[in-house]
């Protein structure tokens, strides 16, 4: 049967979609929650005069894109910024042609860091709010700008006005254009700086408390488990007496149940309606549960 997204529903006395921000974040999983609320989101940017910034990373997206549509119509009142990846796999094309009309139409196009593939899906937007305040607003999903693919692609979408985190998406953003690197991005962890250093030393934060007799449990839903120094921190952690549930879509080089190495853990791969796309990290971290997108 035809699969209908749910549309968000503000409350009627919110004025839009800022004033709920203010409130508290919005969490959307994609495809069940539409994606027309992101791409409402940075449409109402492009047209609110009280927006006058607007930055986002574009690494894969639909050949007539609303979303670049609505930056290069905001272009002309506006600052707009996009961070292009020109290499991303089967769409070097579609972007260049993207990069080429985004900068007669006075979008400042950026591709990111001489080396790195800009692979991050971020919107940082600056408004000058009603009650006088300016503030930032952002989106951060696993998933890519693309309303094609969010209709069947599983991903999630992270709204928020969070100060801690606004913040550290602005001082990704300065990175992307301006190569200035921060000492850090807490809340966030940006690879290549410290994903995965932090990825092995949230891992060997369980491995310690299953060894001292705690409870310990990690639960990861990935594309892909290839890295040797990761699958070698699971057999550490699964050996300690973590408990490990991996929901790995596509290639794993981790082999669950080996007697003595791997008993710990178990692997299962979701094969449905839609493609799994989303990143999720669980670490139980002693009852005050971290998770990760």
């Not at 994609?30 to 009280?50: C, G, L, M, R, W």
């Not at 999903?141 to 693919?149: I, L, M």
């Not at 080996?258 to 670490?283: A, C, K, M, Q, W």
């Amino acid at each position: 049967k035809p699969f209908i997204a749910r549309e968000l529903r503000l409350p009627v006395d919110s004025e839009n979609v800022f004033t709920e921000l203010r409130k508290h974040d919005i969490l959307l999983h994609h495809p069940y929650d539409s994606f027309n609320t992101v791409v409402d989101f940075i449409e109402s940017a492009a047209k609110d005069p009280q927006v006058f910034s607007l930055k986002q990373t574009i690494y894969r997206t639909s050949e007539n894109s609303p979303i670049v549509n609505a930056l290069m119509a905001a272009a002309a009142e506006k600052e707009v910024i996009a961070v292009l990846e020109l290499t991303a796999r089967f769409d070097e094309a579609t972007n260049i042609q993207w990069a080429r009309e985004m900068e007669d139409a006075g979008v400042q196009v950026f591709h990111g860091v001489v080396g790195l593939k800009t692979h991050c899906k971020l919107v940082l937007l600056v408004r000058q709010d009603p009650d006088g305040v300016t503030r930032r607003y952002v989106h951060i999903g696993t998933g890519n700008y693309n309303a094609t693919t969010a209709r069947f692609y599983t991903d999630l979408s992270l709204l928020t006005a969070s100060p801690e985190i606004t913040a550290a998406v602005h001082s990704v953003f300065h990175y992307l254009t301006a190569h200035a690197e921060a000492p850090n991005y807490d809340p966030l962890t940006i690879s290549p700086a410290d994903l995965a250093t932090r990825t092995l030393e949230l891992i060997q934060r369980e491995t310690e408390r299953a060894r001292a007799g705690l409870s310990a449990r990690i639960i990861a839903k990935m594309n892909a488990l290839l890295d040797k120094n990761v699958i070698q921190a699971l057999y550490r952690a699964s050996q300690a007496g973590v408990k490990i549930e991996l929901i790995v879509r596509g290639m794993c080089a981790l082999r669950p149940g080996v007697p003595g190495i791997s008993d710990n853990i178990t692997v299962r791969s979701i094969i449905g309606r839609f493609l799994e796309h989303t990143r999720i990290y669980y670490f139980e971290n002693g009852g005050a549960d971290e998770i990760y997108i």
